[in-house]
Nanobody, 123 residues
């Protein structure tokens, strides 16, 4: 079992930055694939980024490449999402997710989820 708790959301103006954190507990963190998803009102949950537990390889959805960076600190059981040059279309609830192995962009392939943190970008 894995418990995930996100933090770091808030309201920021377009062009600004936020860093989300997700603290994990309950299982060997370093072996987990960690992902970030987001869900805007009236839309389906969409993949944002993921990082492998084996080699630290990363994968991003096209709309955030060059603006967002996912990273992990295994000693702190924490994964981060640094978000720069934020745009109004980035407004959503951001969720941290985990799975045993293999980066995937499909939400229902992740078995563990946090409660979400709201990110609002004003124009």
């Amino acid at each position: 079992q894995v418990q995930l708790v996100e933090s770091g959301g808030g309201t920021v103006q377009a062009g600004g930055s936020l860093r989300l954190s997700c603290a994990a507990s309950g299982r060997t963190f370093s072996s987990l694939v960690m992902g970030w998803f987001r869900q805007a009102p009236g839309k389906e949950r969409e993949f944002v980024a993921a990082i492998s537990g084996i080699d630290g390889s990363t994968y991003y959805t096209n709309s955030v490449k060059g603006r967002f960076t996912i990273s992990r600190a295994n000693a702190k059981n924490t994964v981060y999402l640094q978000m720069n040059d934020l745009k109004p279309e980035d407004t959503a609830v951001y969720y941290c997710a985990a799975r045993a192995r293999g980066i995937h962009t499909t939400a229902n392939l992740y078995g563990y989820w946090g409660q979400g943190t709201q990110v609002t970008v004003s124009s």
